[in-house]
């Protein structure tokens, strides 16, 4: 196992099993945890420099495994980020991407027609054929429709919701987003599992600790390996945290979300150890994009020294916090640089990749003039002149280049005539010429939108008197908010 | 001995002595090492989240001592930073500052002829009444002429030099600035002390080094108490490392300075713990005034997650990197916010305030709308509307306030219709009062410069055969670049 590789990215997973399985005569694979977060940021760990050090828990399992200062994600955005990990493949690859317009982020609401296509082999499919027993607690995000459901892409159990919280809805025109148990809906957001919009109320993630932790206990008992993707959700705006954690943080609702998840963190890795199991389990934590700065300080997270947040190319956007822990196997310290490059994408239009340490952004924009005009800002009180820019600028031919080590904010562009930018310019002429000519990319997914695909009537609304009566189907192409 | 209060700010080291001092029957005073930066920013520190983490050394202090994520300078510049680290006492109070302009930053050139005041009663002084031997290595900055020189302000050794070292000058319209051992001058920087401003090469840290370690073991031999105030300067622009630390850094130059500071501080500690000294010495590390982003990225650091840098009383300006390191008496752990307000001040004028976690700006201003289209800009990258302003704004009755844990970086001032808005405004009130009502401004200090005063024929110069002739005397009121 290479765990230098996950430095890089997204296919740290799918490498630590291809090294650990299928041996003659090899030990007990490892069982895997992946802890996933909802639009926290690179800057809200205690270990990277949150100034109020709130993530005692998460801060340990960093001094006691591996931090990566470098690790990104796959994209912006949660459903093509989260497709990525789960399938080791970028977004423009697996067709976690639209077509509709360029340079679009988007993601899988409820409306959408797409989803993770069969063709894609998740990391729980491969690892059932080893013989271990997966789950998914919390967000799934790769469709809903029953084509996309998760126990048709490897996972045996699932607790938790196809979409993304927001809302509420009226339960008419839009239906709130449901809670499944495995094959049935269980309830409804706002229904049956209430989020207090006004107090940020909410016991949904003492729910997926307490399935976490079933879990684990369950398949210890069975003595077989397992894989939990732990997504849970309580950082995304509107944020959310249980009682006992309702004003705890110095950081406000969206501190005390943190709060709370870090301190399952800290009761799920006690769990191993109390089960003697901290030996033969890898645990991973990070999160599916940046902070949303759009909903910050409230209910929007930190991105630390890096530009802009979610929905943005720029480092703010795409690189996570990171922490690898497996007692004994991987060595406590930091993970180390890789020169291997990133893309970084928004739709299908490459907008930036690196060469070692240089970026290189072949396409600047965050959002048009009209969404910024209204508010809706990925980059608050952050303005580099001619990189944070609100029209969609091309600079394929000459592209702004950055040294990341000496300046992480991306906010002093290499001058176009330096001996450093001729140099990085020639370096990542061919890296990103060979990506583009082995390129295949997939069939875009999110492209279709189509209100009667809407979680009206899930498997399982029967039992619970909860059906909701589907529209005409009425395909259209999919529009994004930003 | 309170260690919490250390967290509020410069206080720190005489409450410090004062605990352990004294007392009928107490044990041998600690030992103490005041370990301070240059321009080195609070995001510089591996432990604080800079991503390259290029810190070892410093984050192995942090691990083992206390880390304060809320300490603060008194000022965002080093002289008045430095006055009132010795003195305990704010500028304003002091002396360190000037009234020739409004909210004017103001240190101490070769030109100015003021400095430290007799009437001031420094560190070193009052620990020499308790039978420590003091040493100061590195940047003076509290005034060059003869009534102001360390040695007639209690410190017993010197070796360094009373201002700061960029340059280069000319020899003759204004000379180089004299490096001292004690009393006389042994040479000057860029002459008998060489830093290279092409390669960055100077072997200066290596040289304080040096001294470190040889006071340390000098005391230690004579089991007498000591007082080792060791301030680089290999951080400030023209940023300095030497030669095996030359492009040893993922950050370019600064970094290269950085990484020799912490190996040089791992060499201290290490040594600390070779004499068996580590259980009777307390260290403390912390920098004079934020990242100088004016000389960033090649020339300057990192302030984090925070607004602007030096020259600013934005969080970036002065709130510092710190850690304390005393194995058997400070805890291992973070510091913890304490209730007490801090002042952000620029020269007489009180720009800032903090209640709690608020913090309210009275007046907002980094510098003139000249100098920035000049292109001299303390916060590049970084524009908040109404917040960064470059005229003198004045919000005393209604000033800007911030809420720190949820808004570190200050880029989303609080509604004036809030209701909290409402309730830290009560709060901060009573406290600014009485400040205000107690305070006794000190004779400003950096009023006046004349040209006749500066480095020309230090003490020693004969000997070495550099004695520059002085001008005629020139009395003017300063003024200063920014």
């Known amino acids: 196992m290479s765990l230098a590789v996950a430095a890089t990215g997204w296919r740290l997973l799918l490498l630590l099993c291809a090294a650990g399985l299928g041996a003659v005569g090899a030990p007990q694979p490892p069982n895997i945890l992946l802890l996933l977060m909802d639009d926290m940021g690179w800057g809200d760990l205690g270990v990277n420099g949150e100034p109020s050090r709130e993530t005692p828990n998460l801060d340990r399992m960093a001094a006691e495994g591996m931090l990566f200062p470098n690790f990104y994600a796959a994209s912006p955005l949660c459903s093509p980020s989260r497709a990525a990990l789960l399938t080791g493949r970028l977004p423009i690859r697996s067709g976690f991407y639209t077509s509709n317009a360029r340079a679009r982020n988007a993601y899988t609401p409820q409306e959408v027609v797409g989803g993770i296509p069969d063709s894609e082999r998740l990391l729980p499919a491969l690892l059932k054929k080893a ?22 892409h490897g996972f045996d159990e699932w607790f938790g919701s196809p979409n993304c919280h927001f809302g509420p809805y009226d ?34 993630t003492q729910l997926y600790l307490g399935e976490a932790l079933d879990f684990i206990r369950r398949q210890r008992s069975l003595r077989r390996p397992f894989f939990l993707y732990w997504a849970v959700d309580a950082t995304h705006a509107p944020v959310y945290a249980s009682r006992p954690f309702l004003g705890s943080s110095q950081r406000g609702r969206y501190g005390d979300a943190v709060r709370e998840i870090d301190d399952s963190v800290g009761r799920i890795l006690a769990l191993l150890r109390d089960l003697g199991l901290q030996d033969s389990t890898f645990v991973f934590f990070t999160s599916d994009n940046g902070a949303a700065l759009i909903s910050a300080p409230k209910q929007g997270g930190s991105n630390g020294p890096f530009l802009c947040g979610k929905e943005t190319t720029f480092e703010g956007g795409m690189r996570e916090p ?7 196997h991987v060595p406590a310290g930091q993970g180390q640089l890789i020169n291997r490059p990133i893309f970084y994408y928004r739709g299908n239009t490459l907008m ?9 952004h072949f396409w600047t924009w965050t959002n048009s003039w009209e969404e910024f005009q209204q508010g809706v800002d990925f980059c608050p009180g952050q303005n580099v002149s001619g990189v944070t820019t609100h029209t969609q600028e091309e600079h394929t031919a000459l592209p702004l280049i950055f040294h990341l080590g000496r300046d992480p904010g991306e906010r002093f562009p290499l ?9 990085a310019l020639r370096r990542l002429g061919p890296a990103v010429q060979q990506h583009q000519a082995t390129l295949q990319p997939g069939q875009p997914q999110l492209n279709v939108c189509n209100v009667a695909v809407m979680n009206w009537a899930p ?3 029967e039992k619970l008197g909860k059906c909701l009566p589907p529209p005409p189907s009425a395909p259209e192409k999919c529009s994004w908010p930003h």
Chains 1, 2 share one sequence.
Not at 134 to 141: E, P
Not at 174 to 190: A, F
Not at 323 to 328: L, S, V
Not at 415 to 423: D, G
Request: proline share 8%; net charge positive.
């Open 415 to 423: 001058s176009f005539a330096s001996a450093e930018y001729q140099e």
């Open 322 to 328: 990171a922490i690898a822990w497996w007692p004994g």
């Open 459 to 461: 498997p399982g609304c």
């Open 352 to 360: 930036a990749a690196t060469a070692g340490q240089h970026k290189a």
């Open 171 to 204: 339960n008419r025109a839009r239906p709130n987003i449901p809670v499944y148990r495995d094959w049935e809906m269980v309830g409804r957001y706002y229904e049956e599992f209430p989020i207090n919009l006004k107090t940020g109320e909410a016991n949904l």
């Open 131 to 152: 013989g271990y027993a997966s789950k998914i607690v919390g967000k799934w995000h790769l469709g809903h429709r029953p084509q996309f459901h998760p126990l048709r």
